[in-house]
């Protein structure tokens, strides 16, 4: 029953009634409380009552936590109503905390009150910006997940699983973070904790080592919103998902070290517990630092269990790509031929250091591009497991205005002195099975990776041997490695991406060729065509008045060399594929990418052929030439273990107790 006190004041309601007879009066009276009781209980309802919403906000709501929203999930709100602490939360968060941690030490074994105090001291590091909430956040979860050995595992579809590892991820980003907040710092060091404690961190600097590199600059990816890429690969797990820098041990140029100068290496940092709810109570609680990168490890042991790692490679590499200098290189390289050997020392780069018994992937990119185009097809591939621990990625960068022979020499000699670098004694026979991809201008260097010229290409040059002409030993030896090609005896397998076998339509463009005139050959190429044409005028076949020597001319349909090029055969020791865009429907003759038409990037004899319909030039980002890609890779790698027993896939040993945290 309401009961209500008070004096009550006079109103023109109480005085109208005044001028009534009383019986009247007391009747109307009546009418007006009972008028008035109902509107009482209208406005006020039920006390528990429900309303029908649509499913995505019923469970949105159920979903959230202080991850994604100003509040904490019901399983926390549960336990701060639980404690009577929902109120003081609000208003002295410090308090509320320090009672819920006398309550987590009074009882260790209460994990449900460990996931709330997890959560809080997150929800309040991130409203508050005090960092070591973060860290007890991150150690709170931790012991949340994995509190010892003799503690049975949570229910795997426990949501707070999923929950409790963010926490602990973000945690740990948000404790370490720099001061400019675009870093995480790891190292050895004391770091506070709320109540009077502390945690000493140990990190094992010889766990930064990454071949004949070491890791620094540690930037967290997984607050990165990514663009540009087909998809984001994403590993669910424990850690702090990184990308960090690499730099070399010493300024010696070493030849084993082909990683790319700018490359980002997606990293893994886990902070270790041991006996996490033993040492909840104590000043000190001890712990280590443990890296991990991707391309070695994805799950670590923790109470006897294997556990996914926190991984985002993507991230990583969309990171690398948008602060790497290869993307002003593109134009640059068309024009100014020596412009990549003034920048860097070798023409090739991998991802990650060499490691014996993978297959080396080489791709080589088209003309005005640069190995950042191949970005998607890299993303696919690299997070591919049966790929991943079978293949080491290279990427051939060179000058794309240049002659094609000259290019394509640089390619072949490139690989040839890489290979004996890595392995002099030829020890690793992995390396002796190549696949080679080009795309565009990159298909035909790879091509003549694959080819025995004779005397087909020197004969678009010159009517006279080569011994025969008047020139100096130099350009003698520059036009011998040029246009007498062998081929490799390591490559095995080619793939041609929307490649201009017979030329393309593009080239032949007036346009083209007023573009190409800008483009400067390099100083060796003008040494050697100046010496050329100065003194073997009869025998040369070209026009000396109008001869064209770069790669636009080299591409335009009908020029002595690409035809010439188009009637050599690949090797039978070579096994070729191509994948040819068209923007139409099947079937694809008479049709084209915009670039090259089907019928120039058609060649008989190789073991497949794909047409990706409604597909432009660039179909090496294309998911319909990544699958295909995709595919003869395995093919070719499980052809080489059933053969030379290398490269072969290893066996699916992930326990089922690694799904102990899933994704969302």
């Avoid at 010159?462 to 005896?489: A, C, M, N, W, Y």
Wanted: proline share 8%; with cysteine; hydrophobic share 40%.
């Amino acid at each position: 029953m309401l009961v209500t006190t008070g004096t009550l004041t006079p109103s023109p309601c109480r005085d109208a009634l005044a001028l009534v007879p009383d019986r009247d009066r007391r009747g109307r009276a009546t009418r007006l409380i009972g008028a008035t009781l109902l509107s009482l209980a209208a406005a006020c309802g039920p006390p528990v009552d429900v309303h029908r919403e649509h499913p995505r906000v019923v469970t949105a709501e159920l979903e959230r936590s202080a991850l994604t929203s100003r509040h904490p999930s019901t399983f926390s709100a549960t336990v701060l109503y639980r404690w009577n602490l929902t109120a003081r939360f609000e208003k002295d968060p410090e308090g509320a905390l320090a009672e819920l941690r006398d309550r987590v030490l009074a009882d260790p074994s209460g994990r449900s009150n460990l996931f709330a105090l997890a959560e809080l001291s997150f929800r309040h590091a991130d409203a508050s910006g005090k960092r070591e909430f973060y860290l007890a956040s991150a150690v709170y979860a931790y012991t949340f997940l994995f509190p010892g050995t003799n503690d049975q595992p949570l229910e795997k579809l426990d949501p707070r699983v999923r929950i409790a590892a963010d926490l602990y991820n973000r945690g740990l980003t948000g404790a370490f973070v720099s001061k400019d907040d675009h870093y995480v710092e790891l190292s050895s060091a004391y770091h506070p904790l709320p109540f009077g404690q502390q945690i000493a961190v140990y990190l094992d600097p010889a766990s930064l080592r990454w071949g004949e590199r070491e890791l620094e600059k540690f930037v967290p990816v997984a607050e990165l919103r990514v663009t540009g890429l087909g998809t984001r690969y994403r590993t669910a797990g424990i850690g702090a998902p990184l990308a960090a820098s690499v730099r070399p041990l010493t300024r010696a140029e070493k030849p084993r070290d082909y990683v790319a100068p700018n490359a980002k290496v997606p990293i893994t940092a886990f902070l270790r517990i041991d006996d996490a709810r033993a040492q909840l109570a104590q000043p000190t609680i001890n712990a280590s630092i443990e890296m991990f990168n991707a391309y070695d490890t994805r799950s670590v042991e923790i109470d006897g269990r294997q556990v996914p790692l926190e991984v985002e490679p993507s991230a990583a590499l969309a990171y690398s790509l948008s602060r790497s200098n290869v993307w002003s290189w593109e134009l640059r390289g068309f024009l100014r031929g020596d412009f990549l050997r003034e920048q860097a020392p070798v023409q090739i780069a991998f991802v990650e250091p060499y490691r014996p018994g993978r297959i080396p992937v080489v791709f080589v990119h088209g003309t005005a591009s640069s190995p950042g185009r191949w970005a998607d097809m890299l993303n696919v591939l690299s997070n591919t497991a049966p790929l991943r621990d079978r293949y080491q990625c290279w990427f051939f960068f060179y000058e794309t205005g240049n002659p094609i022979p000259y290019s394509s020499m640089r390619l072949r000699e490139t690989l040839t002195k890489t290979l004996q670098q890595l392995d002099p004694q030829g020890k690793d026979p992995a390396l002796q099975h190549m696949v080679v991809i080009g795309h565009s201008q990159g298909g035909l260097l790879t091509r003549m990776t694959a080819i025995d010229s004779g005397t087909r290409l020197w004969d678009t040059v010159s009517r006279k041997p080569i011994d025969q002409l008047h020139v100096g030993s130099e350009t003698r030896d520059v036009l011998q490695r040029s246009f007498f090609v062998k081929p490799l005896p390591f490559v095995r397998r080619v793939i041609f991406i929307s490649t201009p076998h017979r030329g393309s339509y593009v080239a032949a463009w007036s346009i083209s060729h007023f573009a190409s005139r800008f483009a400067r050959l390099p100083v060796k190429m003008v040494n050697v065509s100046t010496e050329l044409l100065k003194g073997n005028r009869d025998a040369l076949v070209i026009d000396p008045e109008h001869a064209g020597f770069g790669a636009v001319y080299g591409m335009t349909p009908g020029s002595p060399f690409i035809k010439a090029l188009a009637s050599i055969p690949l090797s039978p020791d070579v096994t070729a594929h191509s994948i040819i865009p068209v923007r139409g429907d099947l079937p694809p003759d008479g049709q084209a990418d915009g670039v090259v038409k089907y019928d120039s990037a058609h060649i008989d004899g190789v073991e497949s052929e794909l047409v990706v319909t409604h597909c432009g030039h660039s179909a090496q980002g294309n998911p319909v030439a990544i699958e295909e890609t995709r595919r003869i890779l395995i093919e070719h790698a499980d052809e080489v273990c059933r053969t030379s027993h290398v490269a072969c896939r290893h066996a699916e040993t992930r326990p089922a107790s690694e799904a102990a945290i899933p994704a969302r």
